[in-house]
């Protein structure tokens, strides 16, 4: 399938990290040397190709090159620590998450950095939508009929997550909470890794971005059962929403630009579409 940036790309003032240059930065012209984009899960994920659409439009605004380094694990905590830590002259940006900066310091006291206090913030620049995805085996070909399967096998069930914390796990933990069913936990470092073993058989149900979950969908890998806004989307609109099925049902990612702490930004106006929230 291929990625449309309509569906991902904010319209208006993206901001870069440069009002407040130290004196010797000011001196040159921003940017003069690569800047590095840290996207903290594994390549071939969502997160992953968000990233890699919106480096290229942003390097054709600032002719400048984004080198994508992505840095998995523990739930995007690696590659977010590593960006809050980095020198804030606008060369070290993170594309967080709904998964880096939300739910994970609501959930982990622990983090190695404060998501208010580490970071600036940037610009939203992006929303997606899940796909609950089945392997091919699965005898369920609908929503209702994977949740009679799992209340027919409780515990004997079990579900991949792009780690613990992160939104692919709480969608799935809520999908189990409203379906009343129990099935088993097991963390990745990113659902691109989890893919091969939904494929196999090994994994029964992923909660995949929908635009990286959809192209094993129209090869024939993987089965959808449904997506995860409210309504259908129409990048997919064949499939049903989850919520006609469990009303209220909703789950969605936001994709967001950091730069580290004492990062000032200015805007400099970019022709990019506004995202369509679906």
């Known amino acids: ?17 440069a009002t407040a240059w130290p004196a010797a930065f ?16 594994p390549a071939g994920g969502a997160t992953d190709l968000f990233a890699r659409t919106l480096s290229q439009k942003m390097g054709e605004k600032l002719g400048a090159t ?17 960006v809050a830590k980095a020198p804030a002259d606008g060369y070290t ?33 992006g929303d997606a939508p899940s796909i609950m995805l089945v392997p091919n085996s699965s005898p369920a070909k609908t929503v209702r009929e994977w949740i009679e399967y799992a209340k027919k096998n409780p515990g004997k069930l079990n579900y991949a997550s792009s780690g613990n914390g992160t939104i692919v796990q709480l ?24 893919i091969p073993d939904l494929i196999s058989g090994k994994v029964d149900v992923l909660f995949d971005a929908l635009p990286t979950g959809m192209p094993h969908v129209r090869d024939g890998r993987l089965r959808a059962l449904g997506v995860t806004s409210l309504q259908r989307s129409p990048l997919a ?6 919520a006609d099925v469990l009303p209220g049902f909703e789950s969605n990612t936001w994709f967001g630009l950091y ?9 400099w106006r970019a022709s990019m579409p506004r995202p369509t929230r679906r």
Do not use: W
Not at 26 to 41: D, E, G
Not at 107 to 116: E, Q, S
Not at 181 to 191: A, D, L, N, R, S
Not at 237 to 242: K, V
């Open 171 to 194: 969608t799935a933990e809520l999908f189990k909470s409203q379906a009343g069913v129990f099935v088993t936990h097991i963390p990745y470092k990113g659902t691109a890794l989890a």
């Open 259 to 267: 730069g580290p702490k004492g990062c000032q930004p200015i805007s």
């Open 1 to 17: 399938m291929k990625l449309k940036r309509s569906s991902f790309l904010r319209a208006g003032a993206l901001a870069l990290c």
């Open 93 to 125: 940006l993170l594309l967080a998450t709904t998964s880096t900066h939300s739910i994970g310091p609501a959930i982990n006291p622990k983090l190695p950095y404060d998501t208010v206090r580490d970071f600036a913030p940037i610009a939203h620049v």
């Open 237 to 242: 609109p064949e499939l049903p929403a989850i």
């Open 26 to 41: 000011a001196q040159q012209a921003y940017p003069s040397k690569p800047i590095r984009l840290v996207v903290p899960f």
């Open 66 to 82: 984004l080198v994508i380094d992505n840095k998995p694990g523990a739930g995007g905590a690696i590659g977010s620590d590593l």
